[in-house]
T-cell receptor
């Protein structure tokens, strides 16, 4: 089975530009999670969806961040405008149902210059 | 929120040695996972183990939920075991997110 697929793998852009990260969860998984990894704060949840509905977005840093899940096979995380402090590795994860393990994608390494 | 503490923070081994990594958590959990983050940054699922004991080759894990800790055992370590090992838990009374510890950085020397 294909795992969680994220794109792009690497993104380098200038401050102020819009950044869009993409995620395709494992087919049949009802939950999708977005995490961010930084040296200072480690791995933290940004937002998660259940059946395409956002459930907990308390980890979204500020209004510059938004996430959508228009259907069961696709989600986006958008940063507009981007800032250097947004530089991090962004992971997407999915799981089939509650009380099941989360499976992570390979991450997107984002650098904002 | 729930707190997750991992020890030791760093561990250096010679190839062939055994090791035990520990994860303590501050509250009841629905889910506990161990991950290996390899040098390329990928997060590899090792175990889903909210309670009990599991084994997978040279790796095994035990979670004692009533005492709020989990242990990851690595036997006959290999250089490819190097990387950071994370414990992550899902708080039983809270959000379904995983809360990660800070990790144990393992270096296995040839």
């Amino acid at each position: 089975d294909a795992g969680v697929i994220q794109s792009p793998r690497h993104e380098v852009t200038e401050m102020g530009q819009e950044v869009t990260l993409r995620c395709k969860p494992i087919s049949g998984h009802d939950y999708l999670f977005w995490y961010r990894q930084t040296m200072m704060r480690g791995l933290e949840l940004l937002i998660y969806f259940n059946n395409n509905v956002p459930i907990d977005d308390s980890g979204m840093p500020e209004d510059r961040f938004s996430a959508k899940m228009p259907n069961a096979s696709f989600s986006t995380l958008k940063i507009q405008p981007s800032e250097p402090r947004d530089s991090a590795v962004y992971f997407c994860a999915s799981r089939p149902s509650a009380n099941q393990p989360q499976h992570f994608g390979d991450g997107t390494r984002l650098s904002i210059l | 929120g729930i707190q997750v503490e991992q020890s030791p923070p760093d561990l250096i081994l010679q190839e062939g040695a055994n090791s035990t990594l520990r994860c303590n958590f501050s509250d009841s959990v629905n889910n506990l996972q161990w991950f290996h983050q390899n040098p390329w940054g990928q997060l590899i699922n090792l175990f889903y183990i909210p309670s009990g004991t599991k084994q997978n080759g040279r790796l095994s894990a035990t979670t004692v939920a009533t005492e709020r800790y989990s242990l990851l055992y690595i036997s006959s370590s290999q250089t490819t075991d190097s990387g950071v090992y994370f414990c992550a838990v899902e708080d039983r009374g809270g959000s379904e997110k995983l809360v990660f510890g800070k990790g144990t950085k393992l270096t296995v020397n040839p």
